[in-house]
């Protein structure tokens, strides 16, 4: 139920403000109650329980129905809200506006990749299997998987944000995996994620999953190979950078300097001095568990313009 400030919505104010009529919500719960088992329950007549429930089926919070069976003759009641939101006039913290990208897979501007590697349709694989050069085949951009053991691919789109916008959160999401011949669930890998030139974030992936088959893995890619990925949403806020909610380092939204580019650049790479060199595998639509590319939210604020003190 969706509220305001209004007089449209006093009644409902009014009828949450008796603390009889809380109990009797709570009595209610998620069964059907006839007026007898109400006031039986709170020790009060029927008379002033039939009062109660018309006031609140008269705002909407509850609805009312002939019983069946041995119930027939009595009025049952239940409620018919579950949860209430209350608007106010005025915002004290400002709303989000958003510029989204979807991101295919297969639309980098930049890479370098080593073996094993390449590069799939919902279709069929581009080119040739552990062949770097094919990452610059033209059906590349169709491409919904793609994977190597060490190296990047780096993405450039378009900076949809407007001077009198200032950016306070952006959002990455993408399905991932790390990378080894055939497959193995257990081989960790480290990527790194960059933003703007910036490490943002790395991110261990515990393996290259083929225990079952990818939700949207079209059918003629092998049961053996790599199937699905996990779904991560990296954010970058006012604060930190944080991955599924946790913290990964403290690079700022602030820091990215968004403002000052007219182009976003994104890098995922499997670096030469890391930890655990795994290769990576990304998902796009048609392959994995999630249908979904590379997902780009950019979440801001517009800019407020103050009047003068003379007008």
Known sequence: MQLDLTTESKLVFQALSSD???????????????VGEIADNLQISKAITTRHVQQMEDC??????????????????????????????????????????????GHFTDFSVKPTCGLATEKEVVG????????????????????????????????????????????????????FPVSNNIWPSDISIF????????????????????????????????????????????????????????????DLHLQDHSLLKLRFEVEE?????????LFGQGFGNHDQNILINTYYLKKTVKKSENN
């Not at 001095?273 to 595998?281: M, P, Q, V």
Request: neutral net charge; hydrophobic residues 35%; charged residues 30%.
């Open 20 to 34: 009889t009529r809380l109990k009797m919500i709570h009595f209610i719960g998620n069964q059907k109650k006839s």
């Open 60 to 105: 909407g919070l509850l609805g009312s129905e002939r019983g069946v069976g041995k119930n027939h003759n009595r009025k049952m009641v239940f409620l018919k809200v579950d949860d209430i939101h209350i608007s106010f006039p005025e915002k004290v913290y400002p709303e989000f506006q958003l510029h989204s990208t979807d991101l295919k897979i």
């Open 128 to 179: 040739k299997s552990d062949d770097p050069k094919y990452f610059l085949d033209t059906n590349r951009v169709d491409a919904a998987l793609l994977w190597f053991s060490e190296g990047f691919v780096e993405y450039k789109i378009p900076n949809l944000l407007r001077e009198d916008e200032l950016p306070e959160m952006l959002e990455i999401s993408f399905e991932i995996a790390s990378e």
């Open 195 to 254: 933003v703007n030139d910036i490490k943002v974030a790395t991110y261990t992936v515990p393996g290259n999953f083929s225990d079952i088959r990818g939700r949207y893995t079209p059918g003629w890619w092998n049961d053996r190979f790599s199937q699905y990925g996990l779904l991560k949403h990296i954010r970058i806020n006012k604060l930190d950078t944080g991955i599924d909610g946790e913290k990964y380092s403290p690079v700022t939204i602030d």
């Open 273 to 281: 001095n890391a930890k655990n060199k795994g290769g990576l595998t």
